[in-house]
């Protein structure tokens, strides 16, 4: 069974950094592409990030490039989003999605992260 | 970025209507295009890919349709399980967009 499981989120303060996981099983990891997607409160689907399988191509969304950094570590099965520079409206749950062939067929139960002073 | 316009942003239906949501893409993006269910606290569920292409184990009740600009996602027979918010994506193209949903409520 493919599992996804978001960890990381929380409570910070504009400007600060926070680093979110996505611990990865039920399937051959290393294989896929995957994503981060974030959700506002009470908004809709924002896409934020996605890596390559091998980890050497990464994309951004325009509203955090520069500031977030998507990683894996294929042997720990481990997707990562560094977020710095935090603002408010960065304030969503946060999900991990194994992307598919550009669908998203996986998605894990999400983390809330808080931007607030 | 490529722009998914969604019709309506919500609707009122009854259990056995059959209801089609529409999804305008800003530019052709051929069949790259999938729907996805979202339950309010739950993540999305994948419904259709490439347009058409219906997900394992989803009801055939859902359809998908269309390609270039202009998608549709169709539900033949509204069942109770089916009242969530639906969301088009299209992955032609960086970045990554998604339409902004229509929620599908009780009449």
């Known amino acids: 069974e493919v599992q996804l499981l978001e960890s990381g989120g929380g409570l910070v303060q504009p400007g600060g950094s926070l680093r979110l996981s996505c611990a990865a099983s039920?399937?051959?990891?290393?294989?896929?592409?995957m994503s981060w997607v974030r959700q506002a409160p009470g908004k809709g689907l924002e896409w934020v990030s996605g890596?390559?399988?091998?980890?050497?191509?990464?994309n951004y969304a325009d509203s955090v490039k520069g500031r977030f950094t998507i990683s894996r570590d294929n042997y720990k099965n481990t997707l990562y989003l560094q977020m710095n520079s935090l603002r408010a409206e960065d304030t969503a749950v946060y999900y991990c999605?194994?992307?598919?062939?550009?669908?998203?067929?996986?998605w894990g139960q999400g983390t809330l992260v808080t931007v607030s002073s | 970025a490529i722009q998914l316009t969604q019709s309506p942003s919500s609707l009122s239906a009854y259990v056995g209507d059959r209801v089609t949501i529409t999804c305008r893409a800003s530019?052709?993006?051929?069949?790259?295009l999938a729907w996805y269910q979202q339950k309010p606290g739950k993540p999305p569920k994948l419904l259709i890919y490439?347009?058409?292409s219906l997900e394992s184990e989803v009801p055939s009740r859902f359809s998908g349709g269309g390609s270039g600009t202009d998608f549709a996602l169709t539900i033949s027979s509204l069942q109770p399980e089916d009242f969530a918010t639906y969301y088009c994506?299209?992955?032609?193209?960086?970045?990554?967009?998604f339409g902004h949903g229509t929620k599908v409520d009780i009449k």
């Open positions: 999605a194994k992307r598919r062939y550009g669908d998203y067929d996986y």
């Open positions: 039920g399937f051959s990891f290393r294989s896929w592409a």
């Open positions: 890596i390559s399988a091998g980890g050497n191509t990464t």
């Open positions: 530019q052709g993006i051929g069949s790259a």
């Open positions: 490439d347009a058409s």
């Open positions: 994506q299209q992955f032609d193209n960086y970045p990554r967009t």
